[in-house]
């Protein structure tokens, strides 16, 4: 399977990087190729320079975002959230038809400082932009209520007896998505929340899961529905 | 000990039902005794009048909100969230001042339709309003992300191994909470997410709870932290 993954960060490597051990072929898409080869500065948590990590997972392929989206069977929206709408249109709208996007991204806005608030909420979400914006896209919200580590290794936590959500309008992509989130990273339990809209409830966990973040002082935690 | 509890909805029957039985002192505060008390239709659930609850629950005293503050040596919030500014006003500040008031309440706009979006939420939180309104009280968030059912009966839901939250600025009136959900309902992970900004996650939640109670068709659920 060809996957393209949209975003650089720890979150776009984390998962290129899972997805390409389990013997898939995989595309991370960047702005400018060359420029993110070229950084040499550490990111704001310690992140290594992304040529770094490109060294120790040399079969990752790189591209532009418009290259990623194009070469990606399914693609993969694991940008910031507050860039989520740029960057989708720059990957082009042609490049995303008709294709599972799963969106990762949180709508996130640190510009006033810790803990962030969203940019989009409560009546709206980002999953909910990113439909509207591209209709011809399935968009399938997933992965996004946990830290990057998790989403890979769920097993990491707990054993991995604990809850991930999806939502989606689309049903057959959601089920791909929720058979993918479970042959590909080992999730147990995946919750189907309903259309799209109820992206808004998972966008929303996020100002609890940073406090929790606080409290807890590592990424690795998730909550389980407990019934 | 007295316990002042405003609201005679589902939560403030359960919540005052339960701390009478293990031998407290209960008023439940409401706008009109007599009216609440005339009342024969079933509420909006297929809740039973009030006055049918009563006969059932003799124990439990009833009052205007003022009488109920001014008894409570604890006061609880189980009102309705777009009415508790309105209802905590006319109890009158100087019966919440100085005392625990513990926020059970949410900020829930169902005008709109199911599911609810919430009136306040993002940077800004109803505890805090309150907190803001009543400054010489200690407002404490507590038990908001749990139905009425679970609030005083954590056990019924997986042995009780899940989490509940308390924000709040005054940290023995915190501390105090954590320990009265333990002794009182039986609450075994309580979680301490720091000053009543806090709050704001807790009350985000709730959309994704509306969503979890979709999936779940029934109000015995929780969320676990598991790390």
Redesign the interface.
């Known amino acids: 399977l060809k996957v393209g993954v949209l975003g650089s960060g720890i979150v776009g490597r984390t998962l290129a990087a899972k997805i390409a051990l389990i013997g898939n072929e995989v595309t991370i898409g960047t702005r400018d190729v060359e420029q993110l080869l070229a950084r040499t500065e550490s990111g704001p948590m310690g992140t290594p320079p992304f040529s770094v990590w490109h060294d120790e997972n040399p079969a990752v392929h790189l591209g532009t975002f418009g290259e990623t989206a194009a070469y990606g069977e399914i693609v993969m929206n694991a940008t910031a959230g507050v860039a989520s709408l740029e960057v989708l249109t720059s990957a082009g709208t042609q490049n995303l038809s008709g294709k599972l996007l799963i969106d990762v991204s949180n709508p996130l806005d640190f510009s ?1 400082g810790m ?1 962030p ?2 940019t989009i ?3 709206d979400s980002l999953a909910e932009r990113i439909q509207a914006t591209f209709p011809e896209a399935k968009v399938v919200k997933a992965l996004n209520t946990v830290s990057a580590p998790v989403m890979v290794d769920p097993g990491a ?2 054993g991995g ?3 991930m ?1 999806v939502a989606g309008n689309d049903e057959p992509s959601k089920a791909r998505t929720s058979d993918l989130l479970k042959e590909w990273f080992g999730w147990q339990d995946v ?4 259309d799209l809209s ?1 992206a ?3 966008e ?2 996020l ?6 973040f ?3 002082q ?1 990424p ?8």
């Open positions: 006033k803990p608030s969203l909420s409560n009546t936590v707990g007896d604990h809850t959500f919750m189907d929340l309903g109820n808004r409830g998972m929303m966990y100002p609890l899961w940073v406090r929790i606080g409290v807890v590592a690795f935690f998730n909550i389980k529905v407990v019934r």
